[in-house]
């Protein structure tokens, strides 16, 4: 990438994983290719087997700009998804966009000076949550407070600073194919632990509040604890997987579950007294949920400690519940050697 002002923008490449996205699809690449970006781009679709209507949408929108492509995913795996479009595509900037994101009108652009700017491997920015419901409304709010997902910058913002990971990424390919791309046997935590190996290898990932993609939360409880109980089992193969990996925010649910479940059963057997472990989280979720909800209506708010508790409880619960045998699968997997682009 030249420093002069005059010089051609590098062309980029959008891959896209997708399953059963019928509901934002559309609207995400549509904020994709209505970018203010005046370099080349191409939007690469990994299909997984959708069972709504999402191949019927990508398959409009092929037909709708010869910008778009489409690639299979049988698996339906994230990380498999991801390499796949990785391959497919053939531009030396690669963003990944998930199909319930949308990006900010100057995302690929602020991302691509960024990467000049910094000389970082990949970029990031904030998970903007933004719901369109009451329930979504008390999701988002949760996802974005402290006392929800604690510091981590990309959720909550923070100044622009090296980070250990960032939400999606703007890579520099020759970084993915140095790495081999994604692990595909993390069906989650996959940008985590990628990330983690860039940094291993002494590239940096770069944080910066000026990157925005708005988030399209679960839209049911069973949906978010899913969401939730595999982040946590998946973060917990990650730390067994890469020694030094993991810090105290990440043990933090799990330590919340564990006393909780010891404070209702000594309250049930020995002392009530037990019972103020877990009485004081409940008063401490109901009580961050009101900075969390100003400006939200009644129904939202109320909705938020069920939020808090279902993000912490289920990340907790995964955590303490990953099997082993996961790690095993992952350390014997054997990454790919290269990913080379379709059209050298």
Avoid at 10 to 21: G, K, R, T
Wanted: glycine content about 8%; proline content about 7%.
């Amino acid at each position: 990438m030249n420093a002069n002002s005059a010089a051609p923008l590098p062309a980029v490449s959008v891959i896209m994983p997708v399953l059963n996205e019928e509901r934002h699809l559309r609207e995400a690449v549509r904020a994709i290719l209505a970018q203010e970006y005046a370099g080349e781009m191409e939007v690469v679709i990994a299909l997984g087997p959708s069972t709504d209507r999402t191949d019927e949408i990508a398959a409009e929108l092929v037909r709708e700009d010869p910008r778009v492509h489409t690639v299979p995913n049988p698996t339906g795996r994230t990380p498999a998804a991801l390499n796949a479009a990785i391959r497919a595509s053939r531009h030396p900037v690669v963003v990944r966009v998930d199909g319930h994101g949308m990006l900010s009108p100057n995302y690929i652009a602020t991302a691509v000076r960024l990467l000049e700017e910094t000389g970082a491997q990949n970029v990031g920015g904030i998970m903007h949550a933004e719901g369109e419901n009451d329930w979504e409304h008390a999701v988002a709010a949760a996802m974005t407070s402290k006392i929800g997902v604690g510091n981590a910058a990309f959720h909550t913002g923070g100044r622009a600073a090296p980070a250990e990971t960032v939400y999606l990424g703007v890579f520099r390919r020759e970084a993915l194919e140095q790495q081999g791309g994604y692990n595909e046997e993390f069906i989650r935590a996959q940008d985590w632990e990628l990330n983690f190996r860039i940094r291993e290898a002494g590239g940096l990932i770069w944080f910066s509040p000026e990157l925005r993609v708005s988030y399209r939360p679960r839209p049911s409880v069973k949906a978010l604890a899913k969401q939730y109980k595999d982040y946590g089992r998946w973060r917990h193969v990650v730390a067994r997987y890469h020694q030094g990996s993991i810090n105290l925010r990440y043990l933090a649910p799990p330590a919340a579950v564990c006393a909780i479940a010891a404070g209702l059963v000594a309250g049930v057997a020995l002392t009530p007294w037990a019972l103020v472990v877990p009485g004081g989280y409940l008063a401490a979720i109901v009580a961050g949920s009101v900075p969390a909800g100003r400006g939200l209506p009644l129904k939202a708010r109320l909705r938020i400690p069920v939020a808090l508790a279902t993000m912490h409880m289920s990340w907790g619960f995964g955590f303490l519940t990953s099997p082993r045998s996961l790690a095993r699968k992952v350390i014997a997997s054997r990454r790919p050697a290269v990913l080379t682009p379709a059209n050298d």
